[in-house]
């Protein structure tokens, strides 16, 4: 088992390229999230997808768009990116999303993805 | 204010020291927490769970105290190896089973 892999681990931009990052999990969860985290800082989440099929946005999501693409991979997009988009980025999944379900799903990360858009 | 809130630290404590962190909530609605560790620059890990009852695992143990709205950890007899970000997550049910990440509260044992 693998968990939860993140591909690429580093990145550098200009400003105004795009780029999409992977993410693919082998437990199979049903929910996938990304995050941001800037130094210093927490976990922000951008996108999630409560099951295949399904995306929501989170709590920063303008800027960024995503793609389940089946059940193991969820994919985050940057279509122009800005010198506000660099961050560390986690990908994490969990079993199930929904608090009726037990909602004490553990999630696990990816290793991250380091960008810089210069 | 922010959901979930925590003392950011640094917390700088001497191997053996027993050291406590709160982390509050906002939302009386939040239904499951937990403490994730996070070492500098790597993924975030799932340290414990925290039950209404707290619960314990070895040297660390974790309250909630749903009252006053706050869960606690409790790392007694510090390691070196205990150095890393101390994550409180809130899962709310009327935030569609969404986690809420704390920032962060830093520790360092030193010897």
């Known amino acids: 088992n693998a968990g939860v892999t993140q591909t690429p681990k580093f990145q550098v931009l200009k400003t105004g390229q795009s780029m999409t990052l992977q993410c693919a999990q082998d437990?199979?969860?049903?929910?996938m999230y990304w995050y941001r985290q800037d130094p210093g800082m927490g976990l922000r989440l951008i996108y999630y997808?409560?099951?295949?099929?399904?995306?929501d946005k989170g709590e920063v999501p303008n800027g960024y768009n995503v793609s389940r693409l089946n059940k193991r991979e969820f994919s985050l997009r940057l279509e122009s990116a800005a010198p506000s988009q660099t961050s560390v980025y986690f990908c994490a999944s969990r079993r199930d999303y929904t608090v009726a379900s037990g909602g004490g799903d553990t999630q696990y990360f990816g290793p991250g993805t380091r960008l810089t858009v210069l | 204010r922010k959901e979930v809130e925590q003392d950011p630290g640094p917390f700088n404590v001497p191997e053996g020291a027993t050291v406590a962190f709160n982390c509050t909530y906002s939302n009386s609605a939040s239904q499951s927490f937990f403490w994730y560790r996070q070492d500098c620059r790597k993924e975030p890990k799932l340290l414990m769970s925290?039950?209404?009852s707290g619960n314990e695992d070895g040297r660390f143990t974790a309250q909630l105290n749903r009252a006053s709205q706050y869960i606690s950890l409790l790392i007694r007899d510090s390691k070196l190896s205990d150095s890393a970000t101390y994550l409180c997550v809130v899962i709310s049910n009327t935030n569609a089973g969404k986690s809420t990440f704390g920032d962060g509260t830093t520790l360092t044992v030193k010897p």
């Open positions: 925290v039950y209404s």
């Open positions: 437990m199979n969860h049903n929910s």
């Open positions: 997808s409560a099951s295949e099929g399904t995306t």
